[in-house]
T-cell receptor, first 113, second 109 residues
Framework: ETGVTQSPTHLIKTRGQQVTLRCSSQ?????VSWYQQALGQGPQFIFQ???????GRGNFPPRFSGLQFPNYSSELNVNALELDDSALYLC????????????FGPGTRLLVL | GQNIDQPTEMTATEGAIVQINCTYQ??????LFWYQQHAGEAPTFLSY??LDGLEEKGRFSSFLSRSKGYSYLLLKELQMKDSASYLCATMDSNYQLIWGAGTKLIIKP
């Protein structure tokens, strides 16, 4: 186990709704990255937070937003859900300016109907 | 642009050796990672290469050639539990990971 936890594990929403996914980083890690992984694809980078500031963003629309808290836990918020948002959402924590390896949580599987 | 290529699927026999190749073109380079992902689970870290050469870790080895934009993951003494997808990812100049689509490895008895 990596020490990275995510909640919930599974979620079903309908189109147009909003969702908040949560991630608790591995102890000592100050950076969290969020990814979307569609079935049969590699993870797609959504954004990264370092010490509570956004530190890079992938090609995702503004309805994907995030937060990192002082204890380095994190949230991913998605507004106005679309059917194509159905995917596995992964968070990964790491220690920037040191060991750069990212350690993944178990993921949240989101289904949008 | 940024691009990572790896075979979609490979098949190998239990007890054998398999090599999974990865070629990449990225803006900036801060290392190459290999992750293993079983169906429905999160990726787990296997290896990290930032310098040219071979890194060996038990049954798994990873090789990097930066001049060729090429890496491979070598799996020896294959076991049925090695059936999984193997993801190649590079870390760019912003220390963000760019992922390949993964290679699904099927192990047959």
């Amino acid at each position: 186990e990596t020490g990275v936890t995510q909640s919930p594990t599974h979620l079903i929403k309908t189109r147009g709704q909003q969702v908040t996914l949560r991630c608790s980083s591995q102890s000592g890690h100050n950076t969290v990255s969020w990814y979307q992984q569609a079935l049969g694809q590699g993870p797609q980078f959504i954004f990264q937070y370092y010490r509570e500031e956004e530190n890079g963003r992938g090609n995702f629309p503004p309805r994907f937003s995030g937060l990192q808290f002082p204890n380095y836990s994190s949230e991913l918020n998605v507004n106005a859900l679309e059917l194509d948002d159905s995917a596995l959402y992964l968070c990964a924590s790491s220690w920037t300016s040191g060991e750069e390896t990212q350690y993944f949580g178990p993921g949240t599987r989101l289904l949008v109907l | 642009g940024q691009n990572i290529d790896q075979p979609t699927e490979m098949t190998a026999t239990e007890g054998a050796i398999v090599q999974i190749n990865c070629t990449y073109q990225t803006s900036g380079f801060n290392g190459l990672f290999w992750y293993q992902q079983h169906a429905g689970e999160a990726p787990t870290f296997l290896s990290y290469n930032v310098l040219d050469g071979l890194e060996e870790k038990g049954r798994f080895s990873s090789f990097l050639s930066r001049s060729k934009g090429y890496s491979y993951l070598l799996l020896k003494e294959l076991q049925m539990k090695d059936s999984a997808s193997y993801l190649c990812a590079t870390m760019d100049s912003n220390y963000q990971l760019i992922w390949g689509a993964g290679t699904k490895l099927i192990i047959k008895p």
